[in-house]
């Protein structure tokens, strides 16, 4: 269901993490082929990340986004909560520096940063590097925090299991409607930044409709990952999900 679109170029692309040294700029790949073939060639290379993480009972989430809604927030929150008893690392997703990634090391993880340099979104390819630098532990969690933007990111299929979307209340109860394709992808939304919503006119039952106008299936949890409300309701979706993972018979 994920992907089947052209993947942009790659230039100025860059990886570095566990096994690879500090950028020295521009180690990009360029690919001349055609689009159609080059989206083919993406597709199975995400299926193959699928398959060959769910083997290993690993479960892997594409986290989107606008710019700022809270993704590393929420990151960081949620390996405090559940760092203890499980595993967790990164793929960190920037157009430039290396910020979020020095955040979660700081925060005690495993990370590995994907600079896309102009690139708008993370592909299945950067997502393959990444784990090979990764080498993430079986039955573990990977989470995917790709670039903040609410457009292209949806068209890209990574080998996620599931992909979780961040809205935040400071957006306005419209998004759903203006960005359709990115909630129609997702199968959850974490509206976040309620702490905020006493000083805003947002209208949270409005967004919900909205959102499942655009997707009856999504579910959507409210919480503030400055403050911890709702962390209980989204650990909870964790658990069930990384246990349904690594339960999976092989
Ligand atoms: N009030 C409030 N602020 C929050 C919350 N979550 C995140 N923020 C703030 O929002 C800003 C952006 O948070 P980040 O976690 O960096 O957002 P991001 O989605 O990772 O941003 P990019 O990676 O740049 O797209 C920071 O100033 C956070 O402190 C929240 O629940 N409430
Ligand atoms: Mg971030």
Not at 97 to 110: E, Q, S, Y
Not at 220 to 232: C, E, H, P, Y
Request: net charge neutral; proline share 4%.
């Amino acid at each position: 269901m994920r992907g089947g679109y052209a993947a942009a170029g790659r230039a100025g692309v860059r990886v570095s993490g566990p096994d690879f040294p500090e950028p020295s700029g521009g180690a990009g790949q360029s690919c001349s082929d055609g689009s159609v073939p080059r989206q083919r060639i993406a597709d199975a290379l995400a299926e193959r990340t699928r398959d060959s993480l769910a083997r290993r009972r690993i479960l892997a989430l594409n986290l989107m986004s606008s710019p700022g809604s809270g993704k590393t927030t929420l990151l960081e929150r949620t390996l405090r909560e559940l760092g203890a008893t499980m595993s967790i690392s990164v793929i960190e997703g920037d157009q430039e520096t290396h910020l979020d990634a020095d955040r979660l090391r700081i925060a005690g993880c495993r990370v590995v940063q994907i600079n896309t340099g102009a690139g708008g979104h993370l592909d299945a390819d950067m997502v393959d590097e990444g784990l090979r630098s990764l080498q993430p532990a079986g039955r573990s969690l990977v989470f995917i925090e790709n670039i903040g933007n609410l457009a292209a990111p949806a068209l890209f299929d990574l080998g996620e299991h599931h992909r979780v979307l961040i809205a935040s209340v400071t957006e306005g109860e419209d998004k759903p409607l203006k960005y359709p394709h990115v909630f129609r992808s997702t199968d959850l939304v974490l509206l976040n930044k309620t702490d905020l919503l006493p000083h805003l006119d947002f209208d949270v039952e409005r967004f919900i409709a909205h959102a499942q106008r655009i997707n009856p299936r999504i579910r959507v949890l409210q919480l503030s990952a400055k403050r911890g409300d709702g962390l209980a309701d989204w650990c909870g979706w964790l658990r069930a999900h990384h246990g349904d993972a690594a339960s999976v018979s092989a």
